[in-house]
């Protein structure tokens, strides 16, 4: 379709079943009852039209743009019987401000905590931390239970949660307790921590290792003819624009400038068609669009093994030393590029 002149990269209409759930009368008939009742539920509404709940949020955020908000003071709704026995009270209260107009001068309000007068202080207490009460003992936060949650995560620092609780026989939210509050310990995200893989992908990365050291052995001069890239690269280099996000279509148009950029810097590998691709396997990457692209102009692919970040050379050894001098800095001197360059 593009050698036929069409520019649109964004799919056309498809023919479907239309949408009965989004239509201007349900939204109108959805912003009519939360007008009417604020405190309505999304569960509520979506019953009360007879849609779906995802469809009836879509219609609150992306329509409506509305918002849920918690509000922390809103009275309870009462039922009759409430309402009746609080309007007793409240009448039974100014009968009694009427009969004596002192009555709020003896009035000691008091909860658990006070600051009244109670019966503990006239006896000399002045603690004011509750005392020992009756009641089932803990038996997830004992001092033996502590010590065995640390010692499992000593022994494998990877291990969840969840996985603890398990193990010990006790709550997540005892287990999550014991770590913040007793063990002082916090949840760290480690970006270089190699992903731990299964019996499969580890047979899988072992056939790629094999496939690439055959294809090396095979041919001494293979390093000569790969050309290992991303979206910015030697033979090619892209600056990605500002607020733009690296995905298929944008990845897409890379490949075809860094075949440009090869056909004119190396020609030698341009001209016998004996150049090999290698890139790592993030999505943009890997996607139909660009593996159709790829497959159609007969690219050669070097195969890249799973979850391996330092056998990307772009990735692990040159960009982070190109970083280096504009890290913190909107730009760098041409000169500090040139150094990271040399460096690398």
Known sequence: MFSEGREDVNDEERAGRPSTSTTDEKINEVEKMILANRRITVREVAEDLNISIGSCQSIFINDL?????????????????????????????????????????????????????????????EDVNDEERAGRPSTSTTDEKINEVEKMILANSRITVREVAEDLNISIGSCHSIFINDLDMRRVAAKFVPKLLNCDQKQHRMNIA???????????NLLQRIITGDEAGVVHHEFLPQGRKVNKEYYL???RNLREAIRQKRPDLWKNKNWLLHHDNAPAHTSLLVRDFLAKNNTL??????????????????FPKLKRPVKGRRYATLDEIKTASKES
Do not use: W
């Open 65 to 125: 743009g509305m918002r849920r908000v918690a509000a922390k003071f809103v009275p309870k709704l009462l039922n009759c019987d409430q309402k009746q026995h609080r309007m007793n009270i409240a009448n039974e209260m100014l009968d009694s401000v009427r009969n004596d107009p002192n009555l709020l001068q003896r009035v000691i309000t008091g909860d658990e905590a006070t600051r009244g007068t109670s019966h503990d202080n006239h006896e000399g207490r």
């Open 210 to 220: 094999n496939e690439m050291l055959d294809s090396v052995r095979d041919d001494p």
């Open 253 to 255: 148009q890379v490949m």
């Open 301 to 318: 692919m070097m195969p890249h093994l799973p979850y391996s970040p330092d056998l990307a050379p772009c990735d692990f050894f040159l």
